[in-house]
């Protein structure tokens, strides 16, 4: 969330309702999931919640890179791509383990 917010704030006036309020929304879903899931006993289910909107996240990315809707840079979508590809290899290594963390 600390890379991706100043970025999505650089976003043209007209996308900051549309693509930049998705990306916010979805960042702050993630962040509401990890903590409910932190504080449940099944935490499998919330990892996987979890998970999916990980890739709706990433689709987000992409399509703000896409040609016709350049809102990032290149060395800007490489890093976010990057970090989104870690947090990914995390969590799958948490659900592999048996969803305890």
């Not at 289910?45 to 809102?71: A, F, M, N």
Request: aromatic share 8%; glycine share 6%.
């Amino acid at each position: 969330m600390d890379y991706f917010e100043p970025i999505v704030e650089r976003f043209p006036r007209y996308e900051m309702y549309a693509l930049c309020s998705d990306i916010k929304r979805c960042m702050n879903a993630i962040l509401e999931l990890i903590i409910v899931t932190n504080k449940t006993r099944n935490k499998i289910p919330g990892w996987h919640d979890i998970d999916t909107r990980l890739e709706v996240l990433r689709h987000y990315v992409r399509r703000s890179r896409k040609r016709g809707s350049k809102y990032l840079s290149i060395k800007s979508y490489e890093t976010a791509v990057k970090k989104l590809s870690e947090v990914g290899k995390i969590l799958g290594g948490i659900i592999n383990k048996g969803g305890q963390c």
